[in-house]
């Protein structure tokens, strides 16, 4: 379907929702998508990144919005993409085929790789509020943002703070296969190598993988005294009760997906110690944070999982640069959205030439008596 013809249906559906005798200043209905794991294991991150979202949705509707004048409606339109880049691209052409302005999403790299060309074919904006895989943005397409750092700064941050903070000697490296989880391993194998030290062994297990006793055992043969997991929580939770219950020392870091309450419930006493660095700034840091984190409490009746902050960011930034274009047209709002600087709940939101965030930050945490707590911040800027 040509840009032109979408807009057209568009035009056609919004008449028929309002209706051809409705008052003339009767509210326009523009949808945006919504593309996570709203089932399976990551189910409960999906919900988040949704949850973040619609909380978005509802703030920039309480403001009255309005296009050249006229009244308009946000809603949001949830997609469930399992966390499987074929599922993605199917999910990502349900959304462009019902006539979406924008899509925020997908959660991780592996899904928005491949959903990014149904988006870029159709001309609309794809603002990944996660995905911190650098491919995402490599591909060269214009409709492709992201509201937080990626892997190739977070795997150079995380090896120059294992050598230079932690003193890190022999350093193994475990990843879980994915687009994520070796990507990042790969650029902190790099950044390690650029300080000239090379891993004592690179290891792999798949995304599956709950049971960590043979790999653990070939990296206790080489005496290792930190082990780098490229993967997120539901996993690294086995692999720091297996490392302590094997009664091994070597410390564990992650960078990406860790710090969580589910990390924290499932690893239990045995996480203590672990560190991490994440994307973005503590919660507490960021400007909006605080009352990002008691709107959503009272709306939701539960904590934040783990990106919510960034899902509002993303939909309220597509929103923002809808709203400045005066059009929800594609053509219009995308060269908006290039050049937007936008003071969102996470920090200030511009994009570089690919679509990257730029100056983005990223805290470094470790699990002290059963809680993450924030080390330092690396990069970015103060917000001001």
Do not use: C
Not at 25 to 37: E, F, M, S, V
Not at 74 to 80: G, H, R, T, V
Not at 182 to 198: I, M, N, R
Not at 245 to 264: N, P
């Amino acid at each position: 379907m040509n840009q032109t013809t979408r807009f057209t249906r568009l035009a056609l559906a919004a008449a028929v929702t309002i209706g051809l005798s409705a008052p003339a200043l009767a509210d326009q209905t523009l949808l945006i998508g919504l593309a996570g794991p709203l089932t399976g294991p990551s189910a409960r991150i999906g919900k988040d990144l949704e949850n973040g979202a619609q909380l978005a949705i509802a703030d920039a509707n309480a403001q009255k919005p309005t296009l050249n004048g006229k009244p308009v409606t946000f809603k949001l339109l949830s997609e469930d993409d399992q966390s499987d880049p074929r599922t993605a691209v199917a999910v990502a052409q349900r959304l462009v085929d019902e006539g979406v302005v924008g899509v925020v999403g997908h959660w991780n790299t592996g899904t928005s790789i491949p959903a990014a060309r149904i988006y870029h074919d159709a001309g609309i904006a794809q603002v990944a509020p996660v995905a911190t895989g650098h491919g995402y943005t490599q591909q060269g397409f214009d409709t492709s943002f992201r509201v937080m750092g990626h892997d190739d700064d977070g795997g150079n941050y995380a090896g120059q703070y294992a050598v230079k903070e932690l003193k890190a000697k022999r350093i193994a490296v475990i990843d879980d296969r994915t687009a994520f989880g070796q990507g990042l391993a790969d650029e902190f194998v790099k950044s390690l190598q650029a300080q000239g030290v090379q891993p004592v062994t690179r290891e792999y297990v798949d995304d599956k993988t709950v049971d960590f006793s043979a790999v653990l055992t070939t990296i206790r043969s080489k005496n290792a005294d930190l082990i780098f997991f490229g993967g997120v929580d539901s996993q690294a939770a086995p692999l720091a009760r297996r490392l302590k219950q094997l009664g091994m020392s070597a410390q564990l870091m992650g960078a990406g997906g860790f710090v969580s309450q589910t990390f924290l419930t499932l690893a239990q006493k045995e996480g203590d110690g672990v560190v991490a660095l994440e994307p973005g700034l503590p919660l507490e840091q960021m400007p909006g944070g605080k009352a990002f984190e008691q709107a959503y409490r009272d709306r939701y009746k539960t904590h934040i999982e783990l990106h919510a902050p960034f899902a509002y960011d993303a939909t309220r930034v597509l929103i923002a640069a809808i709203e400045q274009a005066g059009s929800a047209d594609p053509a219009d709002y995308l060269p908006k959205l290039r050049a937007i600087r936008y003071r969102g709940v996470t920090g200030t939101i511009a994009f570089d030439a690919q679509g990257n965030l730029q100056r983005p930050s990223f805290t470094l945490y470790k699990v002290v008596d059963g809680k993450w707590q924030p080390q330092t911040v690396l990069g970015g800027a103060t917000p001001q």
